[in-house]
C-alpha cells in the first residue's frame, strides 16, 4: 500500500476499513480474478482479521455479512459462528429496539459516522461494554452495507458505575449525617456544592452559589465572624472550622458547622474542599441538656445549701456552694463528716448507724447534725447523700447536698418549749377549776359515801334478824360495792384533772367525755339553781384526743354558761349541751346558754389570751381551751344566739378508722 493512499482512509479504525472495502467493491468484475488485485487485498484482509478492534459488516436486515477473528473471540464467538445471524444475537433484549434504531439511522443517512455506547452479550452471558462508530455505504450493485468498528470499554464502564455508586453512597451518606461537601476558589471566588449542601442552605439544586446570596442566608449577627474566619484562613492559607447561624426562608434558624482544608492549585492560589454540617439538632439537644442541667441545679439550690462529693474514704473532696450562701462551713476537704460534727461523740449510735450506712454504700437521706458555720457560730445541718460508682462498678464515694436548717430546729425547740409551757398552765388551770369546784366534789363523794354507810347499816340490821336475812344482806352488801365504786370513779376522774401527764391520744366516745365532765360539775350547777339538757346524738363515730384535755375544755365552757347565767331572774337559766355528726368528717359539739350573752365586737377578742369579760377572771382559760382543741386538728368558735346567751362549738375530727 502507498503511503498516500493510506492517509485517503482517515485515522480512525473505522475509516481505515471503509476505505479498505471501498476498494474492493468498486473494483469492476472480472470473469476471472485480477492477480493484482487479490494481492492488493491481501494487506487490508490481514489488518481487517488482526487489528485489537472488532468489526462488524452489516446488510440492511441486520444479517452478519463478515466479522473480524477478533471481534468474534471478544465474544466468546468464532467468526464462522457469527457470520450468517443476526446481530441482534448478540445484544440484550432490552436493547435491541435501540440498535435497530441505530442501524436505521446509519441506512438514512449513507455515509455518515454515528456513534453510541451499548452492551453486548458474550456467548457465556458475560456483559462486554462497547463504543460503536458505524456508517452506512453502498456496495456496486446499490445494496446498503453496514460497517460497525467496536472498541471495548467495559474497564471504563465498570470504573464509571463503581464512581457513580461511590457518589451514591457518599450522596446518602451525606442525607443521613446531614453532611455536605464544598469546594471553594479564594481567587475566582468559584464555590461548588454537593446535593446535601444544597439542601443544608435550601438553595435550588443545579443554582451557581454565590457569596452575596450565602452571606444573605448567613445570621446578621453571624456574618462578621464568618467573613473574618475565611478572610484570614483565604489570605494565611490556613484550614478553618467555625460554626453559625443561618436563617431560613421562612424564619426558622438552622446551625450548621463549616470544617474546611486550604491548598494550593496549580497555579499557587489557594483553594478549599471541606464540609458543612447541619447540627440544629445537637444544639438543640445541647440547649435542652442545658435547660434540664440548669431546672435540676435550680432545684437542687431551693432545696438546699451547698453540694458535697467525698471520695471512697469518705473524707470531703469537693465542696459546691451557692453564691447566695453563707453558712456553709469552711476547711471542710479533707475531713470525714464525723470530724466535722462536735455532736460526734455525743450520739454514738447515731453516727455508728451513718457510718454502716456508708460502708455498705447505700443512700442516706435527711441525717441531722451539729456543726459550725465559716464564722464559728453553732448550726444545724442536715444532709442527704447517693453512692457513686465507676463504669466498672468501681465505689467512688458519695454526691449529696447539705441545707442549714438551725432556724427549723430551733423554731421546733421553740414550739416544744411552748407547749410544755401550755401544758403547764392548762395544768395550773385544771388545778385552779378543781378548787372551784371543791363544792361539787364533795357532794358527789358524800353522795355515795352516805349510801354506803346506809347500806351497811341495813346490812347489819339484816344479820341481826333470826334467822337472819341474807338474801337482802347480800343486796345491801351489793349497793355499798356500787357506791364505794361511783365514789372512786369520782375521785379518780379528780386525781387524773389534778396530774401533771403526758397527752394521751387515743379513741374516745365523745358522748362519755360530756357525762364524765357534766357530772363533776353537778353540784355546781345545783347550787346556781342552773338545769342542764344534753342533747347527744347516739352512735357517733369515735374521736381521737386526750380525755383529760377535753374534760378540761367542757368544765371550761360549764362554768362560764354557769357564770354568764348568774344574772339571770326572769327566765329559766339552762345549759344546753347537744353532739352531733357534721357529715363532712367531723363531729360538732355545743354548749348553749342563756345567759347575758357576748357582744359582736368582744367576739374575735374572746380566745385571745389575758382578754377576760369578768371581773374576776384572768383571760386565760378560753384562749387554753383553743389551744388544746386546735391540738386535736379541731376548731373552737363562739358566736350570740338569736335570743339571749350565747353558744360555743367544738369541732373534731372523727377517727379515720371508724369512718373508713
Not at 69 to 87: H, K, M, N, P
Not at 225 to 252: F, I, P, W
Not at 468 to 488: F, Q
Not at 607 to 624: A, D, N, R, V
Request: aromatic fraction near 6%.
Amino acid at each position: 500500500m502507498k503511503s498516500g493512499r493510506a492517509a485517503t482512509f482517515g485515522k480512525s479504525a473505522a475509516q481505515f476499513l471503509i476505505g479498505c472495502v471501498r476498494q474492493v467493491v468498486a473494483a469492476r468484475p472480472r470473469t476471472e480474478p485480477d492477480a493484482g488485485l487479490l494481492e492488493a487485498v491481501k494487506p487490508w484482509q490481514q489488518v481487517f482479521e488482526h487489528n485489537p478492534v472488532m468489526y462488524f459488516m452489516v446488510d440492511r436486515a441486520g444479517t452478519v455479512i463478515n466479522v473480524n477473528s477478533f471481534g468474534a473471540a471478544q465474544l466468546g464467538y468464532t467468526a464462522a459462528e457469527l457470520i450468517g445471524r443476526s446481530v441482534m444475537d448478540v445484544f440484550f433484549e432490552e436493547d435491541r429496539d435501540f440498535v435497530r434504531s441505530c442501524v436505521a439511522l446509519c441506512l438514512k443517512t449513507i455515509d455518515q459516522s454515528h456513534t453510541w455506547e451499548i452492551r453486548k452479550v458474550r456467548k457465556d452471558g458475560s456483559v462486554l461494554w462497547v463504543r460503536e462508530n458505524a456508517k452506512a455505504m453502498l456496495r456496486a450493485d446499490g445494496e446498503p452495507l453496514v460497517l460497525v468498528a467496536c472498541e471495548n470499554i467495559t474497564e471504563r464502564k465498570e470504573a464509571e458505575n463503581a464512581l457513580r455508586q461511590s457518589e451514591a453512597y457518599l450522596a446518602q451518606a451525606q442525607e443521613l449525617s446531614h453532611t455536605g461537601s464544598f469546594g471553594w476558589s479564594a481567587a475566582t471566588g468559584e464555590i461548588t456544592w454537593s446535593k446535601e449542601t444544597y439542601r443544608i442552605f435550601q438553595f435550588e439544586e443545579g443554582t451557581k452559589p454565590k457569596i452575596p446570596r450565602m452571606l444573605e442566608r448567613i445570621h446578621p449577627e453571624d456574618r462578621p465572624a464568618v467573613l473574618q474566619t475565611t478572610g484570614r484562613a483565604a489570605r494565611e492559607c490556613k484550614d478553618y472550622d467555625h460554626e453559625y447561624r443561618l436563617v431560613m426562608g421562612d424564619g426558622s434558624i438552622k446551625y450548621v458547622r463549616a470544617v474546611a482544608r486550604a491548598a494550593r492549585d496549580a497555579s499557587g492560589q489557594v483553594e478549599f474542599v471541606g464540609s458543612v454540617s447541619d447540627i440544629t439538632a445537637t444544639k438543640e439537644a445541647e440547649r435542652r441538656l442545658r435547660d434540664s442541667e440548669q431546672r435540676f441545679r435550680d432545684y437542687a439550690e431551693t432545696a438546699s445549701d451547698w453540694f458535697w462529693e467525698t471520695g471512697p474514704d469518705h473524707r470531703v473532696t469537693q465542696i459546691s456552694e451557692h453564691s447566695d450562701t453563707i453558712t456553709a462551713p469552711a476547711g471542710l476537704i479533707g475531713l470525714t463528716r464525723w470530724d466535722i460534727a462536735p455532736d460526734a461523740a455525743l450520739e454514738p449510735e447515731k453516727w455508728q448507724e451513718h457510718r454502716a450506712a456508708l460502708d455498705a454504700h447505700v443512700p442516706f437521706r435527711d441525717l441531722v447534725y451539729r456543726s459550725k458555720d465559716r464564722n464559728g457560730q453553732p448550726i444545724y445541718v442536715r444532709t442527704s447523700g447517693k453512692p457513686l460508682f465507676g463504669a466498672d462498678g468501681t465505689f467512688l464515694g458519695y454526691r449529696g447536698v447539705c441545707t442549714d436548717v438551725t432556724a427549723a430546729i430551733r423554731a421546733d425547740q421553740a414550739e416544744a418549749a411552748l407547749r410544755k409551757a401550755q401544758a403547764e398552765l392548762a395544768h395550773v388551770t385544771r388545778v385552779t377549776t378543781l378548787g372551784e369546784l371543791t363544792a361539787s366534789i364533795a357532794h358527789e363523794i358524800n353522795q355515795p359515801l352516805a349510801a354506803v354507810i346506809a347500806n351497811a347499816d341495813a346490812c347489819l340490821g339484816w344479820l341481826q334478824r333470826s334467822p337472819p336475812d341474807l338474801k337482802a344482806a347480800r343486796r345491801s352488801v351489793e349497793w355499798i360495792i356500787e357506791d364505794g365504786t361511783r365514789a372512786s370513779d369520782v375521785i379518780r376522774r379528780v386525781r387524773a384533772l389534778a396530774k401533771r401527764t403526758e397527752v394521751e391520744m387515743a379513741p374516745l366516745d365523745v358522748n362519755g367525755v360530756v357525762r364524765e365532765a357534766v357530772a363533776l360539775v353537778q353540784r355546781e350547777m345545783a347550787s346556781h339553781a342552773v338545769s342542764i339538757r344534753m342533747e347527744l346524738s347516739s352512735a357517733l363515730p369515735k374521736i381521737v384526743g386526750d380525755r383529760i384535755q377535753l374534760q378540761q375544755v367542757l368544765i371550761n365552757l360549764i362554768m362560764n354558761g354557769i357564770e354568764a347565767m348568774e344574772g339571770v331572774n326572769d327566765r329559766p337559766r339552762e345549759l344546753a349541751i347537744r353532739s352531733a355528726a357534721s357529715g363532712d368528717g367531723a363531729m360538732l359539739l355545743s354548749v348553749s346558754d342563756c345567759g347575758v350573752g357576748v357582744c359582736e365586737q368582744s367576739i374575735d377578742r374572746l380566745f385571745t389570751p389575758f382578754f377576760t369579760t369578768k371581773s374576776s377572771g384572768m383571760g386565760m382559760g378560753l384562749s387554753i381551751c383553743r389551744s388544746i382543741i386546735e391540738a386535736h386538728g379541731g376548731r373552737l368558735s363562739a358566736a350570740p344566739n338569736q335570743g339571749r346567751g350565747a353558744t360555743f362549738q367544738i369541732t373534731l375530727p372523727l377517727d379515720r378508722e371508724e369512718t373508713s
